[in-house]
């Protein structure tokens, strides 16, 4: 059962590494474009518990309360390869009393090339009521901790391709 510590240090940034599979490429080999969404979920739901101690249902269970998806912006910069080995990072980059901007990207396995960026917009909602509801409390604090803050009034989708890319160069 999750419960919030303010001494214990949350990383911002989960990663995991995945190779593209047969099955979810197209004829040309490439990672169908449907199926970067799975990749991503599923990294993402496979990291949360190990970095964070939080299990999506009994969160949903204690506070009676999920975030749902209401948007995606994403853009595909180069094709992930069948067989290929990548890297797939996601983080909470933005906040606010009851929405979240998680960022998932994919590199290649040495985070040299961008590979695809999105951004999934969701809605703190109530289980019972299935209307908005405020991060309060230890989820607020939770978040607090975990975000990576983005400016996202001076953001764009291709603006931050082209700061992850110059990240990349970099590290």
Not at 47 to 68: H, S, T
Not at 86 to 100: K, N
Not at 108 to 131: P, S
Request: aromatic residues 12%; glycine residues 2%; hydrophobic residues 35%.
């Amino acid at each position: 059962m999750f419960e919030y510590n303010k001494d214990k240090h949350y990383p911002k940034e989960t990663e995991s590494r995945v190779v593209i599979r047969f099955q979810d490429c197209d004829p040309l080999q490439h990672l169908n474009n449907a199926k970067y969404f799975d990749y991503f979920f599923n990294a993402r739901e496979d990291q949360v518990p190990k970095l964070y101690g939080v299990e999506m249902m009994d969160f949903i269970r204690k506070y009676q309360a999920a975030w749902v998806v209401y948007n995606h912006s994403i853009s595909y910069v180069r094709p992930a390869r069948v067989g290929e080995w990548v890297r797939i990072m996601s983080r909470v980059i933005w906040h606010d009393h009851h929405s979240v901007i998680v960022e998932y990207y994919m590199t290649d396995d040495n985070k040299e090339e961008l590979k695809t960026l999105m951004w999934t917009t969701m809605r703190y909602v109530d289980m019972k009521q299935g209307k908005s509801k405020d991060h309060e409390g230890a989820v607020k604090d939770f978040l607090l901790a975990t975000t990576d803050e983005v400016d996202m009034a001076e953001t764009t989708l291709k603006s931050r391709i082209k700061d992850i890319k110059t990240a990349l160069l970099k590290s």
